[in-house]
Each structure stands twice: as structure tokens, then as C-alpha cells.
């Protein structure tokens, strides 16, 4: 949170004109959170987290490398028609970068998904966190490590907590306070 409000405080101070502001807000809206947006609402069986954080990863270092004539910025990558600056100034692009980084953004997310998804249906571990389950026993869920071999209960288990993942009760434990343990029906709650 420091560094990000450090890196626009000093694009805030940098920048000469609103209108500039207004350019590169609406750049990075575009680039980065617009593939974002359509792939949630419209295509969220096709993405997964791995696929959403390396789209956008990449998406951002493309766009950063592309250069900013706003922010003063040199192209590190010059697309065809890249045009120079005279006298020492930043040159631009006449290549249409911004669409063509938002489409690789649209293209790896879901690249990358089946790729993820690939990978698991071969057994390959691709969620560091895959290692934890949840197991039930006397009506109380809690979360254990999975560092053994695993039992033909212990499968079957698992199998019915995954298929019934909703139907999984959280009970509070002795000595905890709920709301429901000192109001009676038609008490006021204060």
C-alpha cells in the first residue's frame, strides 16, 4: 500500500496536466482491469486465480516496457512505427500496443487456465496450499495437514466433505458467545 501511494503520489507531482492523469488512468482501466471485469462477469469458468494473476502480471510489464509519453517514459519495446522524439524528447507509438496488450492479456488468462487445469488432471500439484484439507469428527471442522498416506476412508471422506462442501457446519466451541445464546424470541437487540 506504501509503495503504490508512493508511485502515484510521484506520478501526481510529475505529470503536467490533468488531462495526462486522465490518459494514463483510463490506459491502465483498459489494459489491465477491462479483461478483468469481462472474464469474471462472462467467462469465469474459463479463468482461475493462476491464469487472472499472470494476465495481469504480464499485462502490466508490457504496458510499462511500451513506454509513456505522459510520465516521460522511453519505449524499451518499440513496436512497428515506432516514432522517435526530436530533440531529446519521448517518442510514441503508432502501433496499436494498448489493444494488442489487452487481447495477450484476454489470450494468456485463459491459456494459462488450461494449462493449470491440464496440469491437475495429471496429478501435478499446481496450489501450494493443495496440502490441507478439512476433516470432521464429533459435528467440529477443523483443518489438518495431509502428510501421510491417505486410507480408503480417509478418500471417501474427503470425496463426500469436497461433494458437500456447503453442508459443512461451523459450531462455536465451549466458552464462546454467540448473539443467539442471551436473546429470546421478541427481545429487542440493543
Known sequence: IVCNTLIAMVIAITVKSVYGLYVICSDLVYVLLFPHLVLVLYGSKYVNRYSMVTGFSLA????????????????????????????????????????????????????VT???????????????????????????????????????DDSVHKSKVIANATAVKFEPQLGEITITDNVKHGDRVP
Open 60 to 111: 502490466l510489464l508490457l504496458r510499462v516496457l511500451s513506454g509513456e509519453p505522459v510520465l516521460g517514459f522511453e519505449a524499451i519495446l518499440r513496436f512497428p512505427g515506432y516514432v522517435e522524439g526530436d530533440d531529446g524528447s519521448v517518442g510514441f507509438q503508432n502501433f496499436p500496443f494498448r489493444l494488442m496488450i489487452m487481447l495477450l492479456h484476454f489470450a494468456v488468462a485463459i491459456g
Open 114 to 152: 488450461f494449462v493449470t487445469d491440464f496440469l491437475h488432471e495429471r496429478g501435478v500439484k499446481v496450489d501450494p496450499l493443495e496440502n490441507y484439507k478439512f476433516r470432521s469428527s464429533n459435528n467440529s471442522t477443523s483443518c489438518s495437514s495431509d502428510s501421510g498416506d491417505v486410507s480408503d
